[in-house]
């Protein structure tokens, strides 16, 4: 029972243009969101977060959507570097459970130069 | 900065052998995971530990254990080793949950 997904597997994007990586979440329970990024090799860093009071957060060129009605997520990031060429992985947590995040299957984002 | 490290970066291992995977962060953390990445499948959690001796069992414990003897250190045993648990092995720490987790570099486990 997969409670958070990506749908999207993978994603290529111009140099310059916005990516948008998308989370859907099944459990409404979830209060907090976040971000990593991870390169091979590496362990996940952590990118960006947002509390399920908030609809919107920004960080530089990161910005993360919360629309929870829909139980979505998206991570859109402008404009896009062949830096930012990872896997991105959502997580979510209840914070009135214990400390485990859940993660979703991961998007790798290939940004052309 | 915290670090969080893992002793071996590859591993490969025979079927049936205990194998060890440690963990050792540097900041006085109280929260320790295992995770292990699979690709489809993302980041599951294994085992996870809020204090030194407690431990709970995450989503995938089967065929695992764990260990936390001293706060800074969260080890992964792989009782008998099956070619099923060949995978990349993610440690993380993390002081509470607001703060988000730091990871280590990983582990690339093959049992062969």
């Known amino acids: 029972d997969q409670q958070v997904k990506q749908n999207s597997p993978s994603l290529s994007v111009q140099e310059g243009r916005i990516s948008i990586l998308n989370c859907d979440y099944t459990?409404?329970?979830?209060?907090?969101f976040l971000w990593y990024k991870k390169y091979p090799a590496e362990g996940p860093t952590f990118l960006i977060s947002?509390?399920?009071?908030?609809d919107k957060n920004e960080d530089g060129r990161f910005t993360v959507f919360l629309n929870k009605s829909a139980k979505h997520l998206s991570l859109h990031i402008v404009p896009s570097q062949p830096g930012d060429s990872a896997v991105y992985f959502c997580?979510?947590?209840?914070?009135?459970?214990?400390?485990?995040?859940?993660f979703g299957t991961g998007t790798r984002l290939k940004v052309l130069a | 900065d915290v670090k969080v490290t893992q002793s071996s970066r590859y591993l490969v291992k025979r079927t049936g052998e205990k194998v060890f995977l440690e963990c050792v962060q540097d900041?006085?953390?109280?929260?320790m995971f295992w995770y292990r990445q699979d690709p489809g499948l993302g980041l599951r959690l294994i085992y996870f530990?809020?204090?030194?001796?407690?431990?709970e069992k995450g989503d995938i414990p089967e065929g695992y254990s764990v260990s936390r003897e001293k706060k800074e250190r969260f080890s992964l045993i792989l009782e008998s080793a099956s070619t099923n648990q060949t995978s990349m092995y993610l440690c993380?720490?993390?002081?509470?949950?607001?703060?988000?987790?730091?990871f280590g570099s990983g582990t690339r486990l093959t049992v062969v």
């Open positions: 993380a720490s993390s002081p509470d949950s607001l703060n988000g987790y730091t």
């Open positions: 997580a979510a947590y209840k914070a009135s459970g214990t400390y485990k995040y859940i």
């Open positions: 947002i509390s399920s009071i908030k």
């Open positions: 900041m006085d953390h109280e929260n």
């Open positions: 459990n409404s329970m979830f209060d907090y």
């Open positions: 530990s809020y204090d030194v001796k407690m431990k």
